[in-house]
Structure formats: structure tokens, C-alpha cells
């Protein structure tokens, strides 16, 4: 027997259990469910198999680099392949540890501008050049953020400066969202008018849109695909509408879940590859939705008990969604569990479509208080609440949208105004 020949089959063995191993991984940890389940029983790999998070992303850019010939003229095989951001804190790999939060800086804040009605919605593009904003006036405001900064220093010797770039007047009901095309220079707009609109950021004259997709419900929440040939509508439809922008040709899942006639949408948002997508309903559900199939993969009905889901948004790994609700409460999910990993309290809102959302590092989540009319921030590892700031709004805000880039957000209010808040220096 040629011993030589059957240590390299075991060898090769090996290799191919490791790699089925990393296959499957890879695919369970970016929430593509179906396709690692069906490797992995393809491979007789357990669906559960332990291997580090993006371990076959690394060994790829290895190889890639070794191929160029990268590594040995001593480059840094790590550039040699995009990786996701892999600095996102593992909220499931530390118990609650009460009095080691964070202290959450020092923020100064500044009135902006008002809309003519309520203040409803918030957005900052991906580079965190721009802000968006939108009001139950039907109008848009645009922002250039480096104008908003410049206001905050003493006042320049030739004049104010004027943060708003734009403003879009083409809908006929008020604004519920917005997003920023993940490339591009187009903001979109969903609205209670039941159209999503297209708006060229880059043109300074326009006022109307230059793409208009009518729905058949109010638009309640978009959310553009990472690759930006896609987007999501939430309606007061129970399940998405996932657009072709190229054709805007709708999709609706053949997997529907069970739905109460409460059903409405109020969030949709994508995760940062587009591998899955979650919807927070007004019949109190979160759910999870696979991003190529369109098919619901995971549904946490009763997530706010009988109140509304208000707001859902993914971590940047996508383990993880942190949702609201008019129950008061703030808790982050696990995605491949269903699992309840941390509850956040303390803050009352009850009324209003409230958002939760992380600062740009997620050691922070911040919401409003209803009742006392402030800024609520929680250290986001230990759930401890660690500081109440007014909101310096003259009711309520509506809305708050953290920078995806810096220490700096937006609040939107009842009073029709809209603040901008930055980390003090």
C-alpha cells in the first residue's frame, strides 16, 4: 500500500472538512440561513460548527495577496480584500456588568432651522457629508454637514452661514422617511402620499424629483440594497415591497408570515450587506427577512408585547437588531437565535414612533423620554442608563439619527425644529 498516497488523502480530508466548516460558517454568520443549511447538509457539516467571524474572508485575502506576490515584497495582505467592519462589539460575549459603564461625552447642541410642521424624519448619507431631513409640511431639507460644523464656531466676518443646501417641495402628505443611495448622489423619500421619490442631490436648481415610484399604500420606511440597484418600502402593507430602482418592478415574498390586521410596517432596514433585512410592525413583531430570496426566516411576534414596534436597525456585524417600542422598552435580538440578549429601561415613550439607534462605535444607544422630554443615552454593553439630557426641543422629539462617521447627531421635534448635537472638543 502507498503510504505516501494515503496520508494525502487523509490530508485532503481534512481540507475539505475544514473548508466546508468555513463555508458554512461564513454563510450562518452573515445570516444567509438557507444557503448554509443547505451546504451544510450537502457536506454533512454541522449547521452549528465553530469557526472565528470572517475567518474565510481573511484566508481568502491571504491568498489573494500571495498570488500578487503582495506578501513577500511586505505588503499588508489585510488590503488586499475589502473585509466588513470587524470592530463591532459582541453583545452576547459579556454578562451585564453594572458600574463599568462608559461615560457618554459632552455634547453641545444648535438649533438648525424649522420646518412649517412637525419634524418628522432624519438621515445621514454613508460618508456623513450630508443630513437629511423631512416634516409633516411635505418639504425636505438638505444639510451639508461641514456648514452645519462652521455654525457652531464664532461667527465668521462674512456672515452666517447657511447649513441648508436644498429644499425639496414635490409631495402632497408628510414625509415619513428618507435614505441616501449608499454611492450615489440620489435621496429618496417614502411619504404618506403612497410615492417614493427620487431627489439629485448633486443638482443645485432641482426642487422636484426626477424618478417618482407610486405605491398602492402610505409609505412608512425605505431603506436602499448596500449595492444600491435595490430598495425596501415598509407600508401599511404587512409585508415589504422590495423595488429594481432600474425597472421598479415590486417584489413581495410567496413566504408570508402570519400577520394580524395591525400589521402595518414601521421600519424597514437593511442589514450592511444586504443579506437580510428586519421590519418592526405595528402588531408588535420583529421580523427577519432573507435578502435574496425575500422570504421571512424569522418572525419574534409579541417582541413589544401588543404595543407597536416602532424602530428596528442591525448592528454593524448583523448578529445582532435593536428594536423600540410604545411599551417603553429598547432590546437587542440576536439574528440567528430569536434570542433576547439585553433590555433597555427607563425611558417612557408610549406615543410617538420612537427610534433607538447606536452611536458610531455601538457603545452607546440613545432615545427619547416622552414624558420628561429628554435625550436618554444607555451604555449599550452593561444596559446601564448613563445620562439624561433636555432636549432642548420645545416638545417631544420624533426623531433621532446618529452620524455613521463621528460623534454627532440629529434630533427632530414637535416644535418643527430640527438640532444638531457634536461631541464637545
Known amino acids: ?30 445570516n444567509l440561513y438557507q444557503a ?99 416634516s409633516a409640511d411635505t418639504s425636505i431639507k438638505l444639510f451639508e454637514v461641514s456648514k452645519i460644523k462652521q455654525m457652531l464656531l464664532p461667527e465668521a466676518k462674512d456672515g452666517p452661514v447657511r447649513p441648508v443646501i436644498r429644499t425639496y417641495y414635490d409631495h402632497t402628505q408628510p414625509i415619513n422617511d428618507l435614505d441616501f443611495h449608499p454611492q450615489g448622489t440620489i435621496l429618496i423619500s417614502g411619504a404618506k402620499d403612497q410615492t417614493i421619490k427620487f431627489f439629485d442631490i448633486s443638482k443645485t436648481n432641482a426642487k422636484r424629483a426626477y424618478r417618482v415610484i407610486q405605491d398602492t399604500h402610505n409609505v412608512r420606511s425605505v431603506s436602499f440594497h448596500p449595492s444600491g440597484d435595490f430598495l425596501l418600502a415598509g407600508t401599511d402593507h404587512a409585508i415589504p415591497h422590495l423595488y429594481d430602482i432600474n425597472t421598479f418592478q415590486c417584489y413581495l415574498s410567496a413566504n408570508i408570515p402570519e400577520t394580524s390586521p395591525s400589521g402595518a410596517i414601521n421600519q424597514v432596514r437593511y442589514s450592511c450587506t444586504g443579506a437580510v433585512y428586519v421590519t418592526a410592525s405595528k402588531d408588535g413583531a420583529i421580523r427577519l427577512w432573507d435578502g435574496i430570496t425575500a422570504n421571512c426566516v424569522r418572525s419574534i411576534t409579541g417582541a413589544h408585547g401588543t404595543a407597536e414596534a416602532t424602530s428596528a436597525i442591525f448592528t454593524k456585524d448583523q448578529r445582532f437588531v435593536l428594536s423600540s417600542g410604545k411599551d417603553s422598552t429598547i432590546k437587542l435580538w440576536e ?12 425611558a417612557i415613550h408610549t406615543q410617538l414612533r420612537c427610534q433607538a439607534i447606536f452611536n458610531e462605535t455601538e457603545e452607546f444607544i440613545l432615545s427619547i423620554d416622552e414624558l420628561t422630554n429628554e435625550i436618554v443615552i444607555w451604555d449599550a454593553m452593561t444596559t446601564e442608563k448613563v445620562a439624561k439630557w433636555p432636549s432642548n426641543h420645545a416638545g417631544t422629539p420624533r426623531w433621532l439619527e446618529h452620524s455613521p462617521t463621528e460623534s454627532a447627531f440629529i434630533s427632530c421635534g414637535t416644535d418643527r425644529s430640527v438640532r444638531f448635537w457634536k461631541e464637545t472638543v
Request: glycine fraction near 8%.
Open 36 to 134: 448554509a443549511s443547505a451546504v451544510a447538509s450537502a457536506t454533512m457539516t454541522p449547521l452549528n460548527v465553530e469557526a472565528p467571524l470572517n475567518r474565510l474572508l481573511e484566508l481568502v485575502s491571504k491568498g489573494l495577496a500571495v498570488e500578487k506576490g503582495d506578501i513577500s515584497r511586505g505588503a499588508d495582505f489585510s488590503a488586499s480584500l475589502p473585509l466588513p467592519n470587524t470592530t463591532a462589539i459582541d453583545f452576547s460575549s459579556v454578562p451585564d456588568m453594572k458600574g463599568s459603564s462608559k461615560s457618554f461625552p459632552k455634547h453641545e447642541t444648535r438649533h438648525l432651522s424649522e420646518h412649517k410642521n412637525i419634524a418628522r424624519c432624519a438621515r445621514f448619507s454613508a460618508d456623513g457629508r450630508f443630513v437629511a431631513t423631512g
Open 335 to 346: 439574528v440567528g437565535s430569536g434570542r433576547l440578549v439585553k433590555q433597555y429601561l427607563g
Open 1 to 30: 500500500m502507498d503510504n505516501s498516497g494515503s496520508e494525502q488523502t487523509v490530508q485532503d480530508g481534512k481540507l475539505y472538512r475544514n473548508l466546508n466548516s468555513l463555508i458554512v460558517a461564513h454563510l450562518r454568520d452573515n
